[in-house]
């Protein structure tokens, strides 16, 4: 499974390639929240829509299965999130960096309720064998 933050189209230039966050901002800037095409829209609409977002994309590469997911992510992404400008990569550096030390808090009282349970199967374990033994 991919992030579609790790998505990219390819384009002309090998070394070069355009993250799906800024092709759903050029979609967005050109067309709003709804794209002109589906997946069901024939070949040549796709491949028209896709050199309007992204002029120089590699036509060898990006296949029109690529395209046909494209615009369904991009149809589910605007429905379900609301629109924000993308940020500058350095305010999205910031932003990113306060979300992993949350997600380290969340990760650290996971494990002492691991260690408490342990702990507690432990005491438990005793408790049994007195009863047994009571019995």
Same mark, same amino acid.
Do not use: C, N
């Given at each position: 499974?991919?992030?579609?933050?790790?998505?990219?189209?390819?384009? =002309?230039?090998?070394? =070069?390639?355009?993250?799906?966050? %800024?092709?759903?901002?050029?979609?967005?800037?050109?067309?709003?929240?709804?794209? $002109?095409?589906?997946?069901?829209?024939?070949?040549? &609409?796709?491949?028209?829509?896709?050199?309007?977002?992204?002029?120089?994309?590699?036509?060898?590469?990006?296949?029109?299965?690529?395209?046909?997911?494209?615009?369904?992510?991009?149809?589910?992404?605007?429905?379900?999130?609301?629109? =924000?400008?993308?940020?500058?990569? &350095?305010?999205?550096?910031?932003?990113?960096?306060?979300?992993?030390? %949350?997600?380290?808090?969340?990760?650290?009282?996971?494990? $002492?309720?691991?260690?408490?349970?342990?702990? %507690?199967?432990?005491?438990?374990? $005793?408790?049994?064998?007195?009863?047994?033994?009571? %019995?």
């Amino acid at each position: 499974m991919s992030l579609l933050s790790e998505i990219s189209i390819y384009t =002309q230039d090998p070394d =070069q390639t355009v993250p799906l966050s %800024e092709v759903f901002e050029r979609i967005h800037q050109q067309h709003g929240g709804t794209s $002109p095409v589906t997946s069901k829209s024939s070949d040549d &609409e796709l491949t028209a829509f896709m050199a309007s977002v992204i002029p120089d994309f590699d036509r060898d590469r990006v296949y029109l299965s690529d395209i046909k997911k494209l615009t369904t992510w991009f149809g589910i992404v605007s429905k379900h999130v609301p629109y =924000q400008e993308a940020a500058a990569p &350095e305010a999205a550096a910031e932003t990113e960096a306060p979300a992993s030390e %949350e997600a380290a808090p969340k990760a650290k009282r996971k494990a $002492p309720k691991a260690d408490d349970a342990a702990s %507690e199967s432990t005491d438990a374990a $005793p408790a049994k064998k007195s009863r047994k033994s009571a %019995e």
